[in-house]
């Protein structure tokens, strides 16, 4: 353990501790050779190879000679611990002014960037990629010249500890670019975005993302690239937009951001000369810093109401969807069905995009089980990194959606399917749980090609995540699990599971209440049942009425597919005028099974779509009595089907 009073190399006096971090600890040191103050990291890499990756970056950072960049002079190896010697810069860091809740007013914040903006512009062109870009790693003298320190030495210093709380995720989650999270290599794209971030940071008092409990909770949002509008910046709204892209290809340049920047910046003559021309003279001088304010006469910081940043792409197929849904919507001719809005590639619906609406509920809940939207709980975008992923907004019971991922062929080799449940959540048991904000998660050990996850939510409903492997090759169905949870629970973070956009059209089953369709007269008369229990499920779309045994009952379940076709073991029916199937003994021995078609329409992916009715009758009687009940029930229930 260093003190103060040794020395490093028999040159470097330490003198006193003033930065520490995971990255280990910063001291302030006397070179006793040049007669000069620096600071001075002590690192501890893990082994021979993380000894090799920071002595690279020193190397990298210290051929970077520019007035916005901390320089390195010097790197000392001493087995177990290894030092980087640096240019000491007096005063604070931004972050120190984040953690204080002292924001930044625009012009500030934009002084700021524009330095650290040429100083990527210099690295980039000398090939280096920062990789680290946050409040933290910006050093801002007591004359407000910012500088940008930690040059590739905070990721050489990464180990798998501490990596392990953002699921393997390189990085500080607050500032994560979009496609980091998603697991692929920092590039100058992802520095650029990361000053962003960081600027944003600086005069709204939080990351982009928002505010969370939990890192995996930025990291998700950084995958969905989910940015809120920022409140305070004013001026600086435009840049920051552009900075902010979730798209790295629609991020300027670092040079391109310094003149997005100089345009909020105002200009400061104490700082003109400061830097000579950039190579080829690409990039004008950068005469600007920050003025600083001391922090007791700025406005107290306020945090501001959550509200979403429509982003160019979102706009354009946002436009795109509007013009379809005039043509095929509910006010058209009813071939399409936009009651949910369920969002895909920021389609209508979808968390964090424009056409989301507003969450009234506190986090963690529910809320009203015919309004909400379980599309909004999935993301293909969060696991892309698994293979190519297709979210299906329409299949199986209308408190279900799904993302389908596809191999090489084409063909689906794994589904993630969530559902929500109307039963409280039942703590104890030998299922492992954790807390995660308001919600519980609970962990169901593998069975076969599938694994179960389940959230119990802070109003006492459920959310079942159920992973299925369906090819070869495919990812583990849990891991596929635990991020599909990972993203729920970002979501969930953030406020109330987002409402269904839109009204459901008038012929929908989403409008449908499937106990109002069979009352206990009916049931007794028809099925023998006389009725003692009635098991509403979630939103009312299905059913279930038994006789207190168990023994015999009745279930109605409102369904979709792709098409409606029959089986095999399934009879072709036409019951109350409408195409039907049976199936004796399908649910269960001593069982039948009706499904009858409701009706044909395309969905807002321009898919086709059918919505069914299930019946089900189960009891100890001929399986020929048990269909004909069901399809007497099943004739009783058309009558009651919303009338398209």
């Known amino acids: 353990m260093a003190e103060a009073g040794d020395k490093v190399a028999d040159r470097y006096l330490l003198q006193e501790p003033i930065g520490r971090g995971g990255m280990g600890v910063v001291w302030l040191a006397h070179d006793e050779l040049l007669d000069r103050q620096v600071a001075v990291k002590c690192a501890r890499p893990d082994d021979d190879r993380a000894v090799a990756r920071l002595t690279n970056e020193a190397r990298n950072a210290a051929r970077l000679h520019h007035p916005h960049i901390v320089s390195v002079f010097d790197f000392v190896d001493e087995g177990e611990i290894c030092w980087i010697v640096m240019e000491y810069v007096s005063g604070g860091s931004l972050a120190d002014m984040v953690r204080g809740r002292v924001a930044l007013t625009p012009e500030e914040a934009a002084a700021v960037g524009c330095q650290i903006a040429a100083a990527l512009a210099k690295s980039h062109a000398e090939g280096v990629v920062h990789g680290d870009v946050t409040p933290e790693n910006v050093l801002i003298t007591e004359d407000g010249v910012a500088k940008l320190t930690d040059f590739g030495i905070s990721r050489a210093l990464w180990t798998q500890a501490t990596m392990t709380q953002t699921g393997g995720v390189r990085g500080k989650p607050p500032y994560l670019p979009p496609e980091v999270a998603r697991g692929e290599a920092a590039d100058r794209k992802s520095d650029v975005f990361a000053l962003g971030a960081t600027l944003y940071a600086a005069v709204e008092g939080r990351s982009p993302y928002g505010e969370a409990s939990h890192p995996m909770a930025y990291v998700a949002r950084a995958i969905e690239g989910y940015i809120e509008t920022p409140h305070r910046a004013g001026p600086l709204v435009d840049a920051l937009t552009k900075l902010l892209a979730p798209e790295p290809k629609r991020r300027p340049a670092a040079d391109q951001a310094v003149r997005l920047l100089r345009r909020v910046a105002p200009a400061s003559p104490r700082i003109e000369g400061l830097e000579g021309p950039h190579d080829g003279d690409t990039l004008d001088r950068t005469p600007f810093t920050m003025r600083l304010v001391p922090p007791s006469v700025r406005g107290a910081w306020r945090r501001p109401s959550r509200r979403v940043v429509i982003t160019a792409t979102a706009l354009g197929t946002a436009a795109v969807l509007v013009a379809w849904a005039t043509l095929f919507g509910p006010w058209g001719d009813g071939r399409s069905d936009e009651s949910r809005g369920s969002g895909k590639d920021g389609g209508p619906g979808a968390s964090g995009t424009a056409d989301s609406p507003a969450r009234t509920g506190p986090a963690g809940t529910i809320g009203d089980a015919r309004t909400a939207d379980p599309c909004t709980l999935l993301s293909p975008a969060s696991l892309s990194r698994f293979g190519e992923t297709v979210l299906d907004p329409d299949y199986g019971e209308i408190d279900r959606c799904d993302v389908l991922l596809r191999g090489e062929s084409g063909s689906d080799i794994a589904d993630v399917q969530l559902n929500f449940g109307t039963d409280p959540p039942e703590p104890g048991g030998d299922v492992p749980t954790r807390r995660v904000g308001n919600v519980t998660v609970g ?84 099925a023998g049942v006389r009725v003692a229990e009635r098991d509403p499920g979630f939103g009312d779309w299905q059913c279930e009425w038994t006789d207190g045994s168990g023994d015999a009952g009745v279930k109605v379940v409102f369904n979709r597919d792709n098409q409606f076709t029959t089986d095999d073991g399934e009879r072709a029916a036409v019951i109350a005028g409408r195409r039907s199937t049976v199936a004796p003994n399908e649910w269960q021995d001593d069982s039948c099974l009706v499904r009858m078609l409701h009706r044909s329409y395309r969905n807002y992916l321009g898919d086709d779509t059918v919505e069914f009715l299930s019946l089900n009758v189960y009891g100890p009687r001929s399986t020929e009595k048990l269909c004909e009940t069901a399809k007497a029930l099943a004739a009783t229930a058309a009558k009651k089907l919303p009338a398209s």
């Open 443 to 526: 962990a169901y050990q593998r069975d076969g090609d599938e694994c179960r996850r389940n959230i119990g939510s802070a109003d006492r409903k459920q959310i079942w995540i159920i992973t299925e492997r369906l090819g070869t090759p495919a990812p583990d169905p849990c891991q596929l699990g635990d991020a599909a949870t990972d993203y729920v629970v970002s979501v969930l973070d953030r406020g109330q599971v987002p409402r269904r956009s839109g009204q459901p059209v008038a012929g929908s089953l989403l409008r449908g209440h499937a106990c109002r369709l069979l009352d206990g007269d009916e049931l007794e008369r028809v």
